[in-house]
């Protein structure tokens, strides 16, 4: 063979591996690849942006993770962070996707969920998630990513990990204990008398300060009956939360054998009402030790009003 055929035959493969490198038209659409594969411990920070919503920007710190959005910020769980840092350690591509058509694929600036990653070394990821779809009865997604430069079909449903609200990174918990764990349990409430109770024998009767018998452990459940109603109760609107604070009524002690389990309720009411009022439809707020960053909206204010009376009150 010549040397200008082997000249011919080298220029030949070399232009095809380039093309192949550098060019998302020739990569391979079969085998999977790795689009991005980020070290969650390096994430800085991260950008969500969905159409018609303000920015949610998730930061990391010494202290954790934060979440804000439309100028409100709370901590969260490292738990509720932890489906997007997965996705983010390994986003693995199925084939690439030829066309230009980028709006049949939900890629469009007002269909897509945007993602930007900011790494503690300053490097910066992003790209939009378009269109989920089944394919070969496995979930995937259309992904365009800038520094890929093209538009591919990648494992797994994508927009329901990052298209979320602030509300979505919160602590939902309002209180959570063992009936059978809980010992003393105090009412301080707004211009009245405290109440205190407390489980006197093993038989199970509890004794209150301003009732003269003791009161069947009966009693007491069916007042812990009211309690357990405040468990899924919706979070407080940011507006009323900044009004918390000029509105207290009442706060509930329960204690727990170790005093560091032990649970504080506060009540907050809105608009200058009462929980003692009748009139429903007044929204009372909580907030619970086990979840201080967060105020729930109540607006039964007759179970506000029985759970503050205490077991006492609390008949068939």
């Not at 709006?103 to 269909?111: E, N, R």
């Not at 927009?159 to 809980?182: M, Q, S, T, Y």
């Not at 009540?267 to 105020?295: E, H, V």
Request: hydrophobic fraction near 45%.
């Amino acid at each position: 063979m010549k040397n200008k055929h082997l000249l011919l035959i080298f220029a030949s493969t070399l232009l095809l591996g380039l093309l192949a490198r550098y060019s998302p038209w020739f990569k391979n659409d079969v085998f999977q690849r790795d689009l991005v594969r980020l070290d969650s411990t390096k994430i800085e920070r991260i950008s969500i942006t969905q159409a018609g919503q303000a920015e949610l920007l998730l930061e990391h710190s010494d202290e954790g993770w934060v979440a804000s959005q439309d100028d409100f910020a709370v901590r969260t769980a490292d738990s509720l962070v932890a489906p997007i840092l997965t996705v983010l350690a390994a986003i693995r591509s199925r084939r690439i996707v030829q066309t230009t058509q980028r709006d049949t694929l939900s890629l469009l600036p007002s269909q897509a969920v945007h993602v930007e990653v900011f790494m503690k070394n300053g490097a910066k990821e992003q790209f939009e998630i378009g269109k989920e779809i089944w394919e070969d009865n496995l979930a995937a997604t259309y992904i365009e990513i800038d520094r890929h430069d093209g538009i591919y079909l990648i494992d797994k449903h994508l927009r329901a990990i990052f298209a979320k609200k602030i509300d979505e990174f919160r602590n939902k918990v309002v209180l959570d204990f063992l009936p059978e764990n809980l010992k003393t349990l105090q009412i301080f409430r707004l211009n009245a008398d405290t109440l205190y109770f407390q489980k006197s024998d093993s038989a199970g009767l509890w004794q209150c300060n301003n009732v003269a018998t003791k009161l069947p452990q009966e009693q007491v459940q069916r007042w812990l009956q009211w309690l357990q109603q405040l468990k899924g109760l919706p979070f407080a609107t940011h507006t009323e939360e900044r009004m918390a604070a000029d509105g207290w009524q009442a706060t509930l002690e329960l204690g727990m054998p170790d005093a560091a389990e032990s649970i504080s309720l506060q009540f907050f009411a809105l608009g200058g009402y009462k929980p003692s009022d009748k009139r429903m439809g007044t929204t009372c707020l909580l907030q619970s030790s086990q979840n201080p960053f967060s105020f729930f909206a109540l607006s039964d204010t007759a179970l506000v009003r029985n759970i503050l009376s205490g077991p006492a009150t609390a008949n068939d």
